[in-house]
């Protein structure tokens, strides 16, 4: 479903989801949004000539397991975007955003629903790839594929090549299982094995990044020695950008 404007194609499709029953496979797309929104509620800013999509998914599987489609959308992303780079380089960011050349391009939104039992009823994945234009301000540097010099400034096709590597990551995860997915995420990493700063919502820690778990959080070496593991909080990469600074977009 195309739409000129909406207000969130994450809203719009969890409507469809939730009040009409929306089959696996729907996806929401729109030139713009008024309303967007990334991690957290943190302002999305929306303009027309950057893709916004939203794909609704019934899974049939735990909460736990839903998370790590986060995952299977990063590496779609990133298998999408890096093709139509001239020269950059495509990475993935824990926990779910996609960088050019250590800067933001694209990020990732999962919002779902639980049945009577306690599984997924539905699962909306959010994307928005700033093709066009990006924020200048943004805490984590952002850039766009036409500032890293690609051809692609048409949303639409961008929008195909994205599903059509969605599609090929999913049936890979509903098959095999999140191994597979994992193993495919570490290639496309941004910062395995090197210092980090991983901000949470009660204080920041600095350390190594060892690892991603069997389930998808991100295994931390403190300069302690302790070993941390992290279901939820937010990367920084030391010298890159200050994680006091500002906020996202």
């Known amino acids: 479903m195309a739409y000129d404007s909406l207000g969130s194609t994450n809203d719009a499709a969890k409507r469809l989801a939730r009040d009409e029953g ?25 303009p027309e000539g950057n893709l916004y999509a939203s794909l609704v998914l019934r899974p049939g599987c735990t909460p736990a397991s839903a998370a790590q489609l986060s995952f299977v959308t990063a590496g779609a992303l990133a298998d999408a975007l890096q093709p139509l780079l001239p020269e950059g380089i495509c990475q993935c960011k824990w926990p779910n955003d996609v960088l050019l050349d250590d800067r933001k391009a694209a990020g990732i939104l999962l919002e779902s629903e639980t049945d009577d039992a306690g599984n997924i009823e539905w699962l909306v994945v959010g994307v928005g790839i700033n093709v066009q234009h990006y924020p200048p301000d943004s805490e984590f540097p952002a850039t766009s594929l036409r500032n890293e010099g690609s051809r692609a400034d048409d949303p639409a096709p961008v929008l195909v090549r994205f599903v059509q590597a969605f599609s090929t990551w999913y049936d890979v995860w509903k098959a095999q299982g999140f191994s597979p997915v994992r193993q495919g995420w570490l290639q496309l990493a941004r910062g395995i094995g090197g210092p980090i700063v991983v901000r949470l919502s009660d204080c920041t820690l600095n350390g190594v990044f060892a690892d991603l778990d069997e389930d998808g959080a991100l295994l931390l070496d403190l300069d302690t020695g302790e070993r941390r593991r992290i279901t939820a909080g937010d990367v920084f990469f030391p010298g890159l950008v200050s994680p006091g600074s500002g906020e996202a977009t």
Request: no cysteine.
């Open 22 to 46: 929306a089959a696996h496979g729907t996806l929401v797309w729109a030139l713009r949004q008024t309303e967007g929104r990334g991690r957290r509620g943190r302002p999305w800013i929306s």
